[in-house]
């Protein structure tokens, strides 16, 4: 008798509802991204920037970090807590106008520099990042 199998199988991958399930995936990433709002720090980068006079005679209070964890306020050593309250004070003495520079070493971690740049924002003080020493 000559039968033959006639059924083969079909090695081809329908690949129209893996496209259908990644564009829902796009388009949901792309709506929530939007409705999701980052919680960062507010730096002004050392540049050129157009200020009155007025505020460039005041004295920058500089921050110093040093790689042990160290802090020092305008050459005095304190801990973070004292820090912490000579940033409160100087928002309490000029208000909105109120800025310190940050200066770490290089090589120190993160872990000593971000509590000073979590207690600026906290008090709303503008902050100056500038390069390691």
């Known amino acids: 008798m000559g039968m033959k199998k006639r059924s083969k199988v079909n090695a081809e991958f329908n690949m129209s509802s893996l496209t259908d399930i990644i564009f ?15 919680n960062a ?10 200020s009155n006079p007025s505020s460039s005679n005041s004295k920058v209070e500089v921050i110093k970090i040093e790689r042990n964890g160290t802090y020092y306020w305008s050459g ?20 909105k106008s109120a800025s310190v520079t940050i200066s770490p070493a290089a090589k120190s971690s993160n872990a000593v520099v971000v509590p000073v740049l979590d207690a600026a924002y906290r008090y709303g003080i503008n902050v100056v990042l500038t390069e390691p020493y």
């Open 24 to 38: 829902l995936l796009l388009i949901f990433f792309m709506l929530t991204s939007s409705l999701v709002t980052p």
């Open 76 to 95: 005095t050593k304190l801990s973070i807590s004292g820090i912490e309250n000579n940033i409160k004070r100087l928002k309490q003495a000029k208000g």
């Open 41 to 50: 720090l507010n730096l002004q980068l050392p540049g050129k920037k157009s």
